[in-house]
């Protein structure tokens, strides 16, 4: 069974850190890009961050500068460090697997992605 199970959610004031993990089963992490999606309450679900295989990476411009994905495929695991937290970063976080190597220009669009996790709740306070 293919499962992407996120963890570390928290409530974080603002200004705060926070760092998201994502442990991966049932299919060849190593050759998967992943990638971070988020939804607020009343808005679209939005690409946050993706990496391919080799460990390049996009982020959203929202993020750009602030949050990193990264991963460690001996651990099937995906991070994404998220600094400097302001409230307008509160969402449920999803982990992502696509069904290819690389990330593409599309890998923001939810059409491209091949798993999704259960999400992972981030609340920044103010």
């Known amino acids: 069974q293919v499962t992407v199970v996120e963890s570390g959610g928290d409530l974080v004031q603002a200004g705060g850190s926070l760092r998201l993990s994502c442990t991966a089963s049932?299919?060849?992490?190593?050759?998967?890009?992943m990638g971070w999606f988020r939804q607020a309450p009343g808005k679209e679900r939005e690409g946050v961050a993706c990496?391919?295989?080799?460990?390049?990476?996009i982020n959203s411009d929202s993020v750009k500068g602030r949050f990193t994905i990264s991963r460690d495929n001996a651990k099937n695991t995906l991070y994404l460090q998220m600094n400097s937290l302001n409230p307008a970063d509160t969402a449920m976080y999803y982990c992502?697997?696509?069904?290819?190597?690389?990330?593409?220009?599309?890998?923001?669009?939810?059409?491209?992605?091949?798993?999704w996790g259960q999400g992972t709740q981030v609340t920044v306070s103010s």
């Open positions: 990496i391919n295989t080799l460990g390049g990476n």
């Open positions: 049932g299919f060849r992490f190593d050759a998967a890009a």
């Open positions: 992502v697997a696509y069904p290819k190597p690389s990330c593409g220009i599309a890998w923001y669009r939810t059409s491209g992605v091949q798993t």
